[in-house]
T-cell receptor, first 115, second 113 residues
Framework: GAGVSQSPSNKVTEKGKDVELRCDPI?????LYWYRQSLGQGLEFLIY????????KSGLPSDRFSAERTGGSVSTLTIQRTQQEDSAVYLC?????????????FGPGTRLLVL | KQEVTQIPAALSVPEGENLVLNCSFTDSAIYNLQWFRQDPGKGLTSLLL?????REQTSGRLNASLDKSSGRSTLYIAASQPGDSATYLCAVTAQGGSEKLVFGKGTKLTVNP
């Protein structure tokens, strides 16, 4: 079956512009996570969705970052007024459930470069 | 706050060697621990998942162990091959809340032919 997909795979933008990153989770997966992988920083949690609600946004680095999820499926991560430090790989993961059954499956990521 | 540390940061070995990658975590309240592989420019591939009640998991030439009380895990790779060259990431799933993954910074493995 289809895995987690993300688009675009690569995005180059100018400082100050807004960008939208998209994640299509595995069908039926209720939990969705966004992570960011920066050079030298490792993988960091950004936000978690259960259905369409986001009970944990604790990893969003600033109010320029927001995310939404519609229909319990597709999610978009929006970065407003991008800065060079936003350059990173943004990874999305989904899982069928939480707890001991909640293996997270990752998409290929979106590589964002802010010039 | 949960912190995950991986040692060493990089490792270079000749083909055929057996090797061990180490992972430690500060909070033992975890659901499970996963080892991932990441190839350059690619996403994450899950290798092994060990539930908190388990001691080890095996898949082919890979064996992962978990000692929750001491906050340690090891990934053992037998008879290494050049195709094993990648970055290996360890992550724990914290109990409660969002159950987000907390990752180590990885070990970059190079297996030389």
């Amino acid at each position: 079956g289809a895995g987690v997909s993300q688009s675009p795979s690569n995005k180059v933008t100018e400082k100050g512009k807004d960008v939208e990153l998209r994640c299509d989770p595995i069908s039926g997966h209720t939990a969705l996570y966004w992570y960011r992988q920066s050079l030298g920083q490792g993988l960091e949690f950004l936000i978690y969705f259960q259905g369409n609600s986001a009970p944990d946004k604790s990893g969003l680095p600033s109010d320029r970052f927001s995310a939404e999820r519609t229909g319990g499926s597709v999610s978009t991560l929006t970065i407003q007024r991008t800065q060079q430090e936003d350059s990173a790989v943004y990874l999305c993961a989904s899982s069928l459930s939480q707890g001991v059954r909640g293996t997270q499956y990752f998409g290929p990521g979106t590589r964002l470069l802010v010039l | 706050k949960q912190e995950v540390t991986q040692i060493p940061a990089a490792l270079s070995v000749p083909e055929g060697e057996n090797l061990v990658l180490n992972c430690s975590f500060t909070d033992s309240a975890i659901y499970n621990l996963q080892w991932f592989r990441q190839d350059p420019g690619k996403g994450l591939t899950s290798l092994l998942l060990i539930q908190s009640s388990q001691r080890e998991q095996t898949s082919g030439r890979l064996n992962a162990s978990l000692d929750k009380s001491s906050g340690r895990s090891t990934l053992y790779i037998a008879a290494s091959q050049p195709g094993d060259s990648a970055t290996y990431l360890c992550a724990v799933t914290a109990q409660g809340g969002s159950e987000k993954l907390v990752f180590g910074k990885g070990t970059k493995l190079t297996v030389n032919p």
